[in-house]
Every structure is written in C-alpha cells, then in structure tokens.
C-alpha cells in the first residue's frame, strides 16, 4: 500500500514536470515563430557649434554681431573664449597681450551671456538645434588705429557646444563644469 501511494506520487510529479515542460517549451516556441525582429531605433546625439562673426566695420577696425549657432541635431549648451592678440603687418602673432580700455573697448551682451571666472562667456539659455544665439559682442574696436610698427588689433571667437539634457545641468556653467569632472 505504501509502495502504491508512493509511485503515484512520483507519476503525478513526472506528469506535473511534463505538463509544465510542454507548456515552457510550447511558449519559447509561439514566441521565436511569432515575433517580428527588433530594429534599434536608437540615434545618438550630435552637437557642434559655428561662429557667425560678419566682416569688420568702420574701416575695419570693430568688429561687431557675433554668434554663435547651434548646428547640431539636439539642444545645446553654448560657450564662447575670446581671444584678442595684435598682429604684425606680416599678420603674425606679436608677442604683447593688447591690455583692455588701455588698447581696445569691449562691449559684451551682458544681459544674454555671462562672464564666469573660468574666462568663458556662457549663453544664459540652451540653444535648439539649428537655433543661433543673441549677439556676444555687441562691439570690440581698437583705441588707436595707426600704430607706426603696423600691428592690428585680432579678435577670435572660439565657441563651443555641449548637449543640453541629460546631465542634470541646469545652466550651460553648469553643463561644461559636469562634463569636465566626469
């Protein structure tokens, strides 16, 4: 009688195990035949910024209205370096550093771009993709104009760009420092 009770047991376990082998296998196979292929639809981001600095004014000597325009295909945060040095006639780089209101005035948009004390001009506002920044400088020119050893006055702008969302940044001062630190 024990003996009985016992090979049921194992009967009703071996078909138990058979029961849910078939139904596992069973639906691992409806799923393979059934399901149509996945296709990653996944596309990264892409930022890059472009100076937009229109040719100098008043016989050469200001330059104004530069910006800076997203060209990217997501919003970004936009930084700008301005490097002012003189050149020779020849349009090399002298070795002085013109000293500003001594050598040259420098007007900055200060109500759309600040001034941190890294030396970068930051936009206020993410930029959207294919969007263009306000003015940064509004105006730069030179004090003197004919200096007897030739030099001119040179302004660079160099700008840069950083994707907007995604870091948790809740300004473009604070999207650059993140990304530098990690």
């Not at 035949?33 to 200001?62: I, K, L, Y």
């Not at 020119?141 to 969302?165: F, H, K, W």
């Not at 604070?174 to 990304?179: E, G, L, V, Y």
Request: glycine letters at 8%.
């Amino acid at each position: 009688m024990k003996k009985m009770k016992k090979t049921k047991r194992i009967l009703l376990l071996a078909l138990v195990v058979a029961i849910l082998a078939c139904g596992v296998g069973g639906t691992i196979a409806y799923l393979i035949t059934n399901t149509g292929s996945v296709v990653n639809t996944f596309q990264p981001a892409h930022v890059t910024s472009s100076v937009n600095e229109p040719e100098w004014r008043d016989g050469n000597t200001t330059k104004s209205n530069v910006t800076i325009t997203n060209n990217g295909n997501v919003s970004a945060y936009i930084r700008a370096a301005i490097v002012i040095t003189w050149k020779d006639a020849d349009g090399k780089t002298m070795p002085t550093q013109p000293v500003a209101v001594t050598d040259y005035t420098l007007s900055i948009n200060a109500a759309d771009w600040t001034q941190e004390e890294d030396g970068y001009y930051y936009y206020k506002e993410a930029v959207a993709a294919g969007g263009t920044t306000s003015n940064l400088i509004n105006s730069c020119s030179p004090i003197y104009t004919n200096y007897t050893d030739g030099r001119q006055l040179c302004v660079e702008v160099i700008g840069s760009a950083i994707q907007a969302e995604g870091m948790g940044a809740t300004s473009a001062h604070d999207a650059f420092s993140k990304a530098a630190n990690n």
